[in-house]
């Protein structure tokens, strides 16, 4: 069984940022891919961005140059540096981690750019 946690979420102006933090309890391997959704209101939940194997990422066109997702596997965290946050931003993000094909998700953290 895996849980994970999100925290970092806030309320910040445009052009503000935000790192957001993921830390999963119980075992994962560093083989299993991470990644970063995000729901707004009314939306259906999209990727932002994945972290797998030998660090390969992912993100959503979005937040290309934006975003930066990165994993310290020691600590079993996956992190999302948020810079340049526009309103478009605003929504809960969660974190999942696919564990050989079950997948796990957190409860999610919110996040509203205000302009």
């Known amino acids: 069984q895996v849980q994970l946690t999100e925290s970092g979420g806030d309320s910040v102006q445009t052009g503000g940022s935000l790192r957001l933090s993921c830390v999963a309890s119980?075992?994962?391997?560093?083989?299993?891919?991470m990644g970063w959704y995000r729901q707004a209101p009314g939306s259906q939940r999209e990727l932002v961005a994945t972290i797998g194997t030998n660090d390969n990422i992912n993100y959503a066109d979005s937040v290309v140059d934006r975003f930066t997702v990165s994993r310290d596997y020691a600590r079993k965290t996956m992190y999302l540096q948020m810079n340049s946050l526009k309103p478009e931003d605003t929504a809960v993000y969660y974190c999942n981690i696919d564990r050989f094909g079950t997948i796990y998700w957190g409860e999610g953290t919110p996040v509203t750019v205000s302009s």
């Open positions: 119980g075992t994962i391997y560093s083989i299993n891919t």
